[in-house]
């Protein structure tokens, strides 16, 4: 499996915004963590960026993840990009 990485955007005040929707997308996470996709994946501090490491057939499998996720349908995350990474260590 490849290695990707995701980094990505939220919305403006997004603590309030997320809301309705936070349930369902922890749970989507916790599905995909146990299917062995997803690595990890968090805010940043300041609540502006996210990020996540992925293992995936492809990089498509990982943007199809994300543009179901609660958060991308509803505009909680912006816009986001994801790379292959390479681990060195």
Known sequence: MTK???WGNYCEDVVNKRTP???A???G???QKADGILVTIGPTQ???KVFGIYEANDRQQ???LIE???YWTNGIWTEYQVKEW???I
């Open 46 to 48: 300041d609540l502006t």
């Open 86 to 88: 390479i681990q060195a």
């Open 68 to 70: 179901a996720d609660p």
């Open 4 to 6: 990707y990485v995701l």
């Open 25 to 27: 997308h922890l749970a």
């Open 21 to 23: 929707y936070r349930e």
């Open 29 to 31: 996470l916790a599905r």
């Open 62 to 64: 990982v943007c199809d």
